[in-house]
């Protein structure tokens, strides 16, 4: 079963740029989330989605945003960017998070951003 | 709201030795679950060992067990037999509905 895949892997912007993630989940998980993380922070929680629906949101300012589609597949979009948006974004999928039977996520290999 | 603390940014540990990371976390909820993940340099995160909030018992997986204390709400990782594969970046997490992780713990295994 393939694992979770994120694009591009690794990306550089300018300041005011945007940009767009793209994260697909392991096959039969309807659960996507997404993580900024840098050093010393640890990972920050952006959004959940589930079924097309964001659930659950994280203290992040409105440029950053989010979408699920059908297929489960989620992308995430960060508008006017600023330096400190340099990170690695994390998507993890899990089958249902709400459901607490695991909890277990299962993450990406993260996509690097960098903004100059 | 749910958050997560690992007061200890960097830790080492010689191999063959018996290291702990420490957690701690608050929540207002009674039913939720907490973790701990592994992630090792430029390699993806990944589960090391859960635990759920209305069970007693610390969880144990292999070398891995905690020390789950539910009215101080800590939640500390014990690595016994340290390995040298052991090093990475361990993240203690909480979940009630979405997954909170703490900043992190880099963890030293020295030969």
């Known amino acids: 079963k393939a694992g979770v895949t994120q694009t591009p892997r690794y990306l550089i912007k300018t300041r005011g740029q945007q940009v767009t993630l793209s994260c697909s989940p392991i096959s039969g998980h309807r659960s996507v989330s997404w993580y900024q993380q840098t050093p010393g922070q640890g990972l920050q929680f952006l959004f959940e989605?589930?079924?097309?629906?964001?659930?659950n949101k994280g203290n992040f300012p409105g440029r950053f945003s989010g979408r699920q589609f059908s297929n489960s597949r989620s992308e995430m979009n960060v508008s006017t960017l600023e330096l400190g948006d340099s990170a690695l974004y994390l998507c993890?999928?899990?089958?249902?998070?709400?459901?607490?039977?695991?909890?277990?996520?299962?993450f990406g290999e993260g996509s690097r951003l960098t903004v100059l | 709201a749910q958050t997560v603390t690992q007061s200890q940014p960097e830790m080492s540990v010689q191999e063959a030795e018996t290291v702990t990371l420490s957690c701690t976390y608050d929540?207002?909820?009674?039913?939720?679950?907490l973790f701990w993940y592994k992630q090792p340099p430029s390699r993806q995160m990944i589960l090391v060992i859960r635990q759920e909030a209305y069970k007693q018992q610390n969880a144990t997986e292999n070398r891995f067990s905690v020390n789950f204390q539910k009215a101080a709400k800590s939640f500390s990782l014990k690595i016994s037999d340290s390995q040298l594969g052991d090093a990475a970046m361990y993240f203690c997490?909480?979940?009630?509905?979405?997954?909170?992780f703490g900043a992190g713990t880099r963890l030293t295994v020295k030969p």
């Open positions: 929540t207002s909820e009674s039913d939720y679950y």
């Open positions: 993890a999928s899990s089958v249902d998070l709400s459901v607490r039977n695991t909890g277990e996520l299962f």
């Open positions: 997490a909480s979940n009630n509905n979405d997954m909170r």
């Open positions: 989605y589930f079924s097309e629906t964001q659930r």
